[in-house]
Every structure is written in C-alpha cells, then in structure tokens.
C-alpha cells in the first residue's frame, strides 16, 4: 500500500518530469549566441586561464551524466526493496529524462568553450578520482546522496555565481538555461530522498550517512589539492562560502526528515569544510 507521503512525492515527481518535457531546449538554437561578449573580453589572460578550467570541470562532469545516470538506474533496480519502492518507476522515468539534461549541458558548454577559443584542458587527477566512484554499479545510496545533496547544488550554485558574473552574454544565455534544469534535479533529490529513506532497509541508512559526513570531509579537501579552488578564487567565485551554506542547507534538510527516518545525528558538518577549504 502507498502512504499518503508517497504518494504526495510521486505527485511532485510527475510534475518534475512534466517542467522538464515543456522545458527542453536546443544548445545551438535557443542559446542566443550572439549576445554580446563584452564582459568577458575585459577578463584578463590569467582570468580566461581561470574559467576555461572551470569550464572544462564542468564539461567532463555533465559529459559522464549519461554513465552515471545509467549506473543509478541499475542501482535502483538491484535495490532489494525496488519492487515495492513507491517512487522506484518514477525515479527511473527521471533518470533517463536527466541523461538528456546532462548531455544538452555537455553540448552547450563544447559550444561555449568553442566561442570563446577555449581547448578543453585535460582531465584532473581529482575529477577521475570521483568519476570512478559516480559511474561504480554498487552504493546507489552513497551516491544518491553524493550527487543529489552535493553535487548538484553546488553545481547549480557555481552557475548561478558564473551567470551573475557575466551579465547579458552568451554565458549569462546558456547558464540561464542550465540552471533550470539543475534545479529541477536537486529538486528531484529534496523529493526522493527521504520517501526512499523511509522506505528503505534499516541497514542502508548507514551507508547514506557515511557518504553524508565522507563526503563533507573529502570534496573540499579535493577541491584543495586540485587547481580548481584557485581558479574559482581568481574568478572570484567564493568556493568556500558555496560549500559551508550547500551543506548548511543539506544538513538542515538532514535533520528536517522525521525522526523515524533520520540517519544522521551530528550538526554542521561545514565547520570541517571551512577547516579544509
Ligand atoms: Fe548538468
Ligand atoms: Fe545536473
């Protein structure tokens, strides 16, 4: 039987779904790239050295979201609770609608890196250190947790940061664009999130909890030993601050679950980020 919470959640998801099909836009029609580029010709060499790492962080992230997205399906599937899972058909229509999210977004940013002469810069060592876990079959917890309470709000807030920077250009145009449909995944974890806590075996929340604080100790710990804290920095990006209110945010989401599906106990793992980052 689907409990009244459940089936409120499968409502929200039908309706993320829904924004997301009246949403869809073409990278190379609807981004008006011919907006003016005024903005960014003032950036200075070391300032484009800057963004085209971020840039290319950006792009070899949303470039695997069809890998992991497609292991995030197969999780759900192995789940032992996935056939009585209230929310498991629709977890899986939004997976596959967020492929083509992220593939848009690998697109417009190939095309970005192009109008502004960009190469894409290498892969670091600290992202292919996170993709071997992202596109792992096993730990769909650890990762649902890691994508939809980490990930994905802070991507959405360094766009949010890139657009503010760049008023009316094409970044502004194009991150417009991407933003909405990042929003619509964190929305997706707000949702599903705590009716798969609440449906899921007591034994898994463990594993949620260790991605929870692992991750609060590791991400800007590798966001420190790489080069992208100091190119966001010279952009003037406040990485710190993005990460100490993301995972304010998270754990205040954590701790607003009902007590009978809470996992987790400490408060303000930010303290350990600030220390790190
Ligand atoms: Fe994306
Ligand atoms: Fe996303």
Redesign the pocket.
């Known amino acids: 039987m689907v409990s009244a919470d459940a089936a409120a959640s499968v409502g929200k998801l039908d309706k993320l779904l829904e924004h997301g099909r009246k949403t869809v836009w073409n990278p190379a029609q609807d981004v008006d790239w011919a907006a003016s580029s005024k903005a960014l010709e003032k950036l200075s060499a070391g300032d484009r050295q800057a963004l085209r790492s971020v840039l290319s962080l950006v792009y070899y992230s949303?470039s695997q979201?069809r890998e992991i997205l497609t292991s995030m399906c197969r999780g759900l599937d192995r789940d032992p609770g996935s056939r009585e899972h209230p929310l498991a058909e629709k977890a899986h229509e939004f997976f596959v609608q967020?492929m083509d999210?992220?593939h848009r977004?690998a697109t417009g940013l190939l095309l970005l890196l192009d109008r502004m002469r960009f190469e894409l810069e290498p892969r670091a060592f600290s992202h292919r250190f996170l993709s071997r876990f992202l596109v792992a079959d096993r730990l769909f917890d650890a990762k649902l947790v890691l994508l939809y309470w980490y990930?994905?709000v802070l991507?959405?807030e360094i766009f949010v940061e890139l657009k503010k920077k760049f008023p009316e250009t094409y970044v502004d145009s194009l991150f417009t664009r991407i933003i909405r449909?990042?929003a619509r995944?964190v929305g997706f974890g707000e949702v599903f999130i705590p009716t798969h806590v609440a449906t899921t075996q007591k034994l898994k929340r463990p594993q949620m909890a260790t991605a929870y604080y692992a991750t609060a100790a590791a991400l800007p710990g590798l966001f420190r030993v790489s080069h992208y804290a100091r190119a966001g920095a010279r952009l003037g990006l406040d990485l710190r601050g993005m990460f100490s209110n993301g995972m304010n945010d998270i754990t205040d989401k954590a701790l607003r679950l009902p007590a009978r599906q809470r996992f987790l106990d400490l408060k303000r793992p930010s303290i350990w980020a600030s220390a790190l980052l």
């Open positions: 949303d979201g967020q999210d992220e977004h990930i994905e991507a959405k449909d990042e995944h």
